[in-house]
């Protein structure tokens, strides 16, 4: 492929585009002047799939017509429900579809993970995290240092960026988990950082031993 940077280059790109069709499966919300929004938000909230209303509406119908009944009946009875999801996402993380479950909110699940993995003592309780972090992330950061009664000032290691640069370097990130690695109790980076997009090399990451 020779790339070019041309509205006519974008267009030829789209019509052979395997997956273009897939683009009409979504409502895209209309700007002002009523065209079809660009739109590249996928982590915060992504486009609604056309069949979302069908699927809710479906749900509705088996609360109405089941009652309580429908936690175990019916198509597709809610208790079990993370059960029919497994499949699918095993394949998106490349994970057994034993390992993965989908449950909660993002947030809710790092906390459940840091009461697992982040045990902080006097020598090793740093938590090392990428600087602009998604806010929330951030937070539950802060908050579970503080609640094993430590001050994020100090336990809470940033990595960012050089100066005038958008992503970090491995490099850099890797010097600091040795110069740093005897006081950080857990690495919490994100496979894809939401805001710029760099994917982080957890294979050299993990090689540190961190
Ligand atoms: C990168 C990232 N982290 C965390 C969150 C927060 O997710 P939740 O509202 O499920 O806790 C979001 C939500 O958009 C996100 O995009």
């Known amino acids: 492929m020779h790339y070019q940077n ?7 790109m789209d019509e052979e585009d395997p997956l273009a069709t897939i683009r009409e499966e979504f409502s895209i919300p209309k700007n ?18 056309k069949l979302a209303a069908e699927y809710v509406k479906r749900e509705l119908e088996q609360w109405a017509n089941l009652g309580v009944k429908g936690h175990f009946s019916g198509d597709y009875p809610w208790m079990p429900y993370h059960e029919f999801l497994s499949e699918g ?11 993965v479950v989908a ?15 982040y045990r902080p003592s006097k020598k090793r309780h ?4 990428e600087e602009h972090a998604f806010p929330s992330d951030h ?3 802060e908050s579970q240092i503080k609640f094993h009664g430590f001050d ?5 290691l940033m990595v960012k960026p050089r100066q005038n640069e958008q992503t970090i370097r491995t490099d850099d990130l890797l010097k600091l988990i040795e110069e740093q690695g005897d006081s950080i109790a857990l ?3 994100p496979g894809v950082q939401y805001y710029t997009g760099q994917v982080f090399d957890m294979k050299a990451i993990h090689r540190t031993g961190a």
Do not use: R, W
Not at 6 to 12: M, N, P, T, V
Not at 103 to 117: E, R, Y
């Open 139 to 141: 937070y539950a950061v």
């Open 152 to 156: 994020p000032d100090e336990s809470m």
């Open 187 to 189: 690495v919490m980076l």
């Open 89 to 99: 996402f095993a394949e998106l993380v490349g994970a057994k579809s034993s390992e």
């Open 32 to 49: 002002k002047n009523g065209d079809s929004e660009i739109y590249l938000c996928g982590n915060s909230l992504g486009l609604q799939p």
């Open 6 to 12: 041309s509205l006519e280059f974008a267009q030829k």
């Open 126 to 129: 740093k938590i090392l995290i």
């Open 103 to 117: 449950m909660n909110t993002l947030t809710a699940n790092l906390h459940f993970m840091m009461v697992s993995f």
